[in-house]
C-alpha cells in the first residue's frame, strides 16, 4: 500500500509540475488549470488510503464542505474581486498549515516523540502559516477597501516587529527545548503562543503597505503558504505535502522577485517600510484647471487624426464590467482603418495577468495585448493613447526623483510619449496608491472626459461611427 500511495503522489506532483507550466500561455492555460486540480484530486485519493480511512465521514464533510464553499465562490466571483478571492484562499492554506502544526504537536508531546525534526518544523510551520494567513485577511479587507486602506503606520512599526519576531523565536526555541528557557510557560502553550504572536506579525507586516505593491504582496504571501505546506509536509511524512508545498513556494518566491524587479521595487524597501500616501486632497485637485471634454470630441478626434491608437485598461474598466463594449471600440477603429494595441502593465487591475484575461474573454486577440517593455516603444508613433480606468500605471510621478511616493521607482506605461493622451474616468481622483497625476493637468496634451467606463466608451463608440 505504501509503494502504491507513493506511486500516486509521485503521479499526482508530476501533474502539478505539467500543469504549473501549461499556466504559462493563455492557450494552455486553462488545460493546464484541469491538469492541477486532476493532480490534486489523485492526491487527495492516495491521502486516504495512508491513513487508512480513519475518520471517513469527518473527512467527507470536510471534502463536502470545501468543495461547495469552492465551486459556488468561484461561479460568483467577480473578475474585479478575483485579487481578493486568491488571497483569501491562500490564507486559508497557510492557516490550516499552521493549525495542523499545533494539533501535531500537542499529540507528539503527549506521546513523548517530538523529535528534532518536528520540533524544527512545527514552530515554523505555525509561524509562516499564521503569517500568511493573517496577512491575507489583511491583503483581502486591503483590496475590498474594508480596512486598513491605505498605508498604516505607526511610530516605531519596525521596532515592534523585530521584538515580536524575537519574541516568536524564544517561544519556539522553548517548545524545542521543552521549556528550558522559560520553564513557567509549558511547550504547548509555548506553540499557542507562537500561533497568537504570529498572527499579530501577520498584521503588522502588511498593514503599511500601500495598494501598489499589493500584488507583490499576495505573491510574497502565496510563497509562504507554500513554505507552510512544505513544512507541514515534514511532520506529517506526506511527500505529497512536501512537494507540492515547495512547488508552490519555489514558483511564488521567482514570481514576487520578477514582480518588485520589474516594478522596481526592492523587496526589502515593500515589506520594511511603510510610504504614506502623497496624493493631494480633493478640493485641490479640482481647483486646477483640466482640458475637460465630450465624447463627441474624442470620437471625432479618433476619426479624423488617429492612425494608431494604444489602449491602455485598469481597475476602472473591470469595475465597470467594461470590457465588452470595450471590444466595440477595437472593431469600429480598426473597421476605419486605425491600428489598435493594448499596453498591459505587470500590476494593471491588482493582479498580473488580470487584464489580459478581461480583454480576451470578450475575444480581443492576445496578440493586440503588448507588455510593458513591448509597448513603450510604440507611443511614440501613437496618435492617442487611451487609459481607461487608470492612474498608477502611467502615472509620470512615479520617475520624478524629487517625490518620494508609494509608487516611486516603478516603471510605467510611456502615454505621455503620445500625440494625444485621453483619459476616461469619473473624476480627479488619484488611482489605488493615492498618488496625483500631472498628466490630468496637461490642458495642451490630454484630453479628459469625465464619465463611468462603460458609459463613456459607448458614448465614444457611437461618436467614431457617426465620424
Excluded at 57 to 67: K, M, Q, W
Excluded at 140 to 162: H, I, R
Excluded at 165 to 193: E, R, W, Y
Excluded at 449 to 462: M, T, Y
Amino acid at each position: 500500500m505504501q509503494i502504491a500511495s507513493f506511486l500516486a503522489y509521485l503521479l499526482a506532483a508530476a501533474l502539478f509540475i505539467i500543469g504549473i507550466r501549461r499556466l504559462r500561455k493563455p492557450e494552455t492555460a486553462r488545460s493546464g488549470n484541469t491538469i492541477a486540480a486532476v493532480g490534486m484530486t489523485v492526491a487527495l485519493i492516495a491521502t486516504l488510503f495512508v491513513i487508512e480511512f480513519e475518520s471517513l465521514l469527518l473527512i467527507g464533510a470536510a471534502v463536502l464542505l470545501g468543495s461547495v464553499v469552492g465551486a459556488v465562490t468561484a461561479q460568483r466571483v467577480q473578475m474585479t474581486a478575483m485579487p481578493q478571492m486568491v488571497a483569501a484562499y491562500n490564507g486559508v492554506g497557510g492557516g490550516a498549515a499552521a493549525l495542523i502544526a499545533l494539533s501535531e504537536f500537542y499529540h507528539l508531546s503527549e506521546e513523548g516523540t517530538l523529535g528534532v525534526v518536528a520540533g524544527t518544523t512545527i514552530p515554523l510551520t505555525v509561524l509562516v502559516g499564521s503569517v500568511s494567513f493573517m496577512g491575507s485577511v489583511v491583503a483581502f479587507s486591503k483590496l475590498q477597501e474594508l480596512a486598513f486602506t491605505g498605508s498604516v503606520t505607526f511610530p516605531l512599526q519596525q521596532v515592534v516587529n523585530a521584538v515580536l519576531f524575537l519574541g516568536i523565536l524564544v517561544l519556539a526555541a522553548n517548545a524545542f527545548l521543552d521549556g528550558a528557557i522559560l520553564p513557567f510557560i509549558p511547550p504547548v502553550a509555548s506553540v499557542l503562543a507562537v500561533l497568537f504572536a504570529s498572527l499579530v506579525l501577520g498584521v503588522l507586516l502588511v498593514i503599511p503597505i500601500g495598494g501598489a505593491d499589493m500584488p507583490i504582496v499576495i505573491s510574497l504571501l502565496n510563497a509562504f503558504t507554500g513554505l507552510a505546506a512544505a513544512a507541514s509536509g515534514f511532520v506529517l511524512g506526506n511527500y505529497i505535502l512536501i512537494i507540492a508545498g515547495t512547488i508552490v513556494g519555489a514558483s511564488g518566491t521567482i514570481l514576487t522577485r520578477l514582480m518588485s524587479g520589474a516594478l522596481g521595487r526592492p523587496l526589502g524597501k515593500i515589506i520594511f517600510a511603510g510610504i504614506a500616501a502623497s496624493g493631494g486632497s480633493k478640493e485641490e485637485l479640482e481647483e486646477r484647471p483640466v482640458n475637460d471634454v465630450s465624447a463627441s470630441a474624442v470620437g471625432e478626434f479618433l476619426s479624423d487624426e488617429a492612425n494608431k491608437v494604444i489602449i491602455v485598461p485598469g481597475y476602472g474598466l473591470a469595475v465597470a464590467q467594461a470590457q465588452s463594449v470595450m471590444k466595440d471600440l477595437v472593431e469600429v477603429l480598426e473597421k476605419g482603418g486605425t491600428e489598435v494595441l493594448f499596453g498591459i502593465h505587470p500590476v494593471a487591475g491588482r493582479m498580473p495577468g488580470h487584464m489580459n484575461v478581461l480583454m480576451t474573454e470578450v475575444g480581443i486577440s492576445y496578440e493586440k495585448l503588448l507588455d510593458l517593455e513591448d509597448v513603450n516603444p510604440e507611443f511614440e508613433d501613437a496618435d492617442a493613447a487611451i487609459i481607461v480606468g487608470a492612474n498608477d500605471v502611467v502615472n509620470p510621478a512615479a520617475n520624478d526623483p524629487e517625490k518620494d511616493t508609494p509608487i516611486s521607482g516603478m516603471p510605467i506605461l510611456e502615454v505621455g510619449n503620445a500625440k494625444r493622451v485621453i483619459f476616461i474616468k469619473r473624476s480627479l481622483s488619484p488611482g489605488f496608491a493615492g498618488v496625483d497625476n500631472p498628466l490630468f493637468y496637461d490642458t495642451d496634451n490630454t484630453m479628459m472626459l469625465f464619465s463611468d467606463a462603460k458609459q463613456g466608451l459607448e458614448e465614444v463608440v457611437e461618436a467614431v461611427k457617426n465620424g
